[in-house]
């Protein structure tokens, strides 16, 4: 169950964090894995991890919000591990960057929560996306937020409008292809345990059900089983994966 021996993935953001563990499983699952993040050395690192551990993988680096970049890496990749069968957009602007309440932001300071979390999420999907219809076999999934989902006070306005608009271009996107064998799928986020200070960590967990911030490995299964043969059914859909956080 899960397999997935043959498939060729591409994780974006993948150098580290949650992104890393994503790419990480799929390739434990016997996917051929290319490592994007924005940062060459990151990315060899995490690609090397992989092929030490028995794995394919190769680094990938370029701006997600480029789309000329994005076009020249996809062909980089499919030139050296095959026809991309798998898309994760994992890639985006953290919430932390550009907190404040929007009145007393700046345009120029949505742009790259637009532009990485949304654009982004397009330029990739797009890059892949013919072809994928064209061999009848395809699964996008893009790591969101709930920020993307329910309006929180906590000053991440433009964060939330960029989450939200990948999430609905995904829902879109999937009725779009669902006839081509094509799923394309989000999984919008709760509280990860991303700080190096552990009493933040410690103060986000109160406000979590489960009583804990989710690690990578709490992501990853959940993307493995949405890339899977066996999430042939499960398209257009906004799956919370929040730690029991209740959403509107």
């Known amino acids: 169950m899960f397999d997935l021996t043959g498939r060729t993935a591409l994780v ?6 949650v992104g890393r563990g994503i790419a990480e499983s799929l390739a434990s699952q016997g996917a051929k894995v290319a490592i994007n993040d924005l ?6 690192d995490a690609a090397d991890a992989i092929k030490s551990a028995g794995g394919v993988a190769m ?14 890496g996809v062909t980089a990749i499919e030139a050296e591990l095959g026809d991309l ?12 960057m550009g907190v404040g309440q929007f009145r007393e932001t700046k345009p120029e300071e ?14 990739c999907s797009h890059a892949v996306v013919n072809g994928m219809c064209d061999r009848g076999y395809g699964r996008i999934v893009t790591i969101s937020s709930g920020a993307g989902t329910t309006g929180i006070p906590l000053g991440v306005s433009a964060y939330g409008a960029g989450k939200g608009g990948g999430i609905a271009f995904m829902r879109h996107l999937a009725m779009e292809v669902a006839r081509n064998g094509v799923t394309a799928n989000t999984v919008a986020l709760g509280m990860i345990d991303n700080h190096t ?8 967990a109160k406000t979590v059900p489960v009583g804990f911030c989710a ?3 709490h992501i990853a299964p959940c993307v493995v089983y949405l890339v899977s043969e066996e999430a042939k059914w499960m398209t257009g859909q906004t799956l919370q994966l929040n730690g029991g956080n ?3």
Do not use: C
């Not at 940062?39 to 060899?44: S, V």
């Not at 680094?59 to 020249?72: E, H, I, L, N």
């Not at 949505?110 to 949304?118: A, F, M, S």
């Open 39 to 44: 940062f060459e050395e990151r990315a060899a």
């Open 110 to 123: 949505w742009r790259k929560q637009i532009d990485l979390n949304t654009y982004g999420v397009m330029n």
């Open 197 to 204: 200070d552990p009493s933040v960590t410690a103060h986000m």
């Open 215 to 217: 690690q990578p490995e």
């Open 12 to 17: 974006t953001g993948a150098g580290q964090g």
């Open 85 to 96: 069968d798998i898309l994760v957009n994992n890639a985006g602007v953290p919430p932390g």
């Open 59 to 72: 680094a990938a680096a370029f701006d997600v919000s480029d789309y000329g970049a994005v076009t020249a």
């Open 246 to 248: 209740v959403t509107t």
